[in-house]
């Protein structure tokens, strides 16, 4: 195997997984989406009389050094009618609650770095800067030929967040798109 590069310990025990999941204030449902195994393998990890090995050693030191992190990934329950998720490749940015009716908006940063959120070092949105967001991931409404594009995607007229129901919020050169939750 060659020199061990890092301290690690070899195994954790079901002691061990129970405790730190407790830690992290987890049901074992949650805390195996939390480590990406089914609930029936946590609940075998919490009962056996065995060494347990595998990814689960090293993930288990950093949730006991970090257990806020679970709280730091956790979805929030929805508040509005309305969830966007604006999308990094896969990784999730910013997730954003949005009442229409009432012109609400509500977000929450999954990334420390600002050029990564939907509405940069602003926290607190306005409903009219979501609508500017809307547009800033859709071409612009000069389009030349514009309405060839808007029947191309089978939409009626301008409306930036029809057109991201259609494209993503998909842009030409760039990585960001946006899932729409309703």
């Known amino acids: 195997m060659g020199e061990k590069l890092f301290v690690l310990p070899e195994y954790v025990t079901a002691k061990e997984i129970k ?12 805390f ?12 075998r990890w919490e009962r056996s009389e065995e060494y347990i090995t595998g990814a689960i050693v090293t993930l ?10 679970a709280k730091e990934v956790r979805i929030p329950e929805k508040i509005y009618p309305l969830r966007l998720w604006y999308m990094y490749k896969q990784k999730v940015c910013t997730l954003i609650d949005v009442d229409e009716v009432k012109r609400t908006v509500k977000i929450l940063n999954y990334t420390d770095n600002v050029m990564f959120r939907a509405f940069g070092v602003v926290e607190n949105p306005e409903y009219k800067a979501y609508e500017e967001f809307l547009e800033s991931r859709c071409f612009p409404a000069s389009r030349d030929k514009m309405k060839l594009v ?9 409306d930036p967040f029809l057109i991201i129901e259609k494209t993503e919020g998909r842009m030409a050169e760039d990585d960001f798109w946006i899932r729409i939750e309703r």
């Open 60 to 69: 288990l030191g950093m949730l006991d050094k970090y257990p806020d992190y």
């Open 32 to 43: 195996a989406q939390l480590v990406n195994v089914s609930k029936s393998t946590v609940e």
């Open 150 to 158: 808007l029947k191309d995607l089978g939409i009626p007229f301008y």
């Open 19 to 30: 405790a730190v999941r407790k830690k992290t204030g987890l049901t074992q449902k949650e």
